[in-house]
């Protein structure tokens, strides 16, 4: 939607001040012993109160029975076509941790993992290490050296980093080495064009001397690539929407989302209770902010169900905070869903709420796949939120004489 030039010129900048609030792996699906959903299983007063003064749907990320990545899921939250503005999330991780991307330099999201004597998986996160201990790892395979090519590797946060590739002639076309499960080996870095022939020795070379420098280590003796890309470019979300957004993040990857789009990165702390800290310093300073919450994705894919719920309530304990500062507009979406019982991301729907002024409320009685299934939105692309965030702001004039 924001590439719909129709609308552009209905769009004015106001005073009013709107507030996206992005809990990633929102939605989930019911526990087979109690057929309740995370949601539904939380203790969550302050989301359902909210819910029953608003505005409540479904969104769907991408299509109808797609699984999205965080990547898509976020640019359809932003209003951007998730099929037509594809990125790696390599680039995003890379912009999220302040790397600098030229044109024709390669990014790609690594981890680093454990393999047995026999090089097969057994944990693709190498038990979630600390940066302390992933740091200086990175430090160590910064000094690989491939001719023709320069190769840069620089932590992220916990066990992952980003590889970069500098050079003529290099190409994202790549298939990813992570074969997404345990118990198999790390796959080859094949090129999908023949064009790219020529990164993917390279790309395995690294590989290949990760594996010599690391094999000691434990419990990480191996990298993982995935998300291969390229400097991406997007339409202007600031300029687009007339709005001078800001983004919120603690987490790399959504940082460098938000960048893509052209929000201003705010620096911030590593809790959620940092991000509201933040939120509250910079209110006068910007009409639209973008805020970020990891952890219930980080459960989910865990297949942690008490833990996602653990989480989902840690997050409604903050909620207050944000609704003192009285936005005009606040909406409350997921990215995608990430059913602890399935331990990844689904192609769910996803629980959403926008509050305004205007919206007093229509009988949904709590947040959650249930409840927000009956409410007025219905079922929307989730490209669509800006829209209505605009319309319920006053930034969004009528369409047409």
Request: net charge negative.
């Amino acid at each position: 939607m924001i590439d719909l030039e129709q609308i552009h010129d209905s769009i004015a900048s106001t005073s009013s001040k709107i507030v996206l609030l992005v809990a990633d792996g929102l939605g989930g699906l019911p526990h087979p012993d109690t057929r309740k959903s995370e949601l539904e299983t939380a203790k969550i007063p302050n989301l359902d109160a909210l819910a029953q003064r608003s505005a409540c749907g479904l969104t769907t990320p991408v299509e109808v029975g797609v699984a999205p990545g965080s990547g898509p899921g976020h640019l359809a939250l932003f209003g951007y076509n998730p099929l037509k503005y594809i990125i790696g999330r390599g680039a995003l991780e890379a912009l999220g941790i302040g790397v600098e991307l030229l044109p024709g330099d390669v990014a790609a999201r690594g981890n680093f993992c454990a393999v047995d004597d026999h090089g097969l998986l057994t944990d693709r996160r190498a038990g979630r290490i600390a940066t302390a201990l992933s740091a200086p790892l990175c430090e160590r395979l910064d000094r690989i050296e491939i001719p023709g090519v320069q190769l840069d590797v620089f932590p992220v946060q916990d066990y992952r980093f980003v590889l970069r590739l500098r050079g003529d002639g290099l190409s994202e076309h790549l298939e990813e080495t992570d074969p997404q499960r345990e118990g198999v080996a790390p796959r080859s870095a094949d090129a999908i064009v023949p064009e790219a022939e020529r990164t993917a020795k390279i790309v395995n070379e690294f590989v290949s001397e990760a594996g010599r420098i690391l094999a000691e280590d434990e419990p990480a003796n191996m990298v993982l690539l995935r998300g291969w890309a390229q400097l991406p470019n997007l339409p202007d979300f600031g300029g687009v929407y007339h709005l001078n957004p800001a983004a919120i993040a603690a987490y790399p990857m959504y940082r460098g989302l938000a960048s893509v789009a052209n929000m201003k990165i705010i620096p911030t702390g590593m809790t959620f209770g940092d991000e509201v800290d933040t939120l509250h310093a910079n209110w006068d300073d910007h009409d639209f902010f973008f805020l970020h919450y990891k952890p219930a994705d980080a459960a989910g894919e865990d297949g942690d169900f008490d833990g996602k719920v653990k989480c989902l309530e840690e997050l409604d304990a903050h909620l207050p905070r944000i609704l003192e500062l009285d936005p005009d507009v606040i909406m409350v979406a997921g990215d995608h869903a990430t059913p602890a019982i399935m331990a990844s991301h689904s192609w769910h729907p996803v629980p959403f709420m926008l509050h305004s002024k205007l919206t007093l409320g229509e009988g949904v009685d709590g947040f959650n796949e249930r409840a927000c299934a009956q409410g007025s939105l219905g079922r929307i692309p989730a490209e669509t939120i800006m829209l209505l965030a605009l319309s319920h702001s006053g930034k969004l004039s009528k369409f047409g004489p």
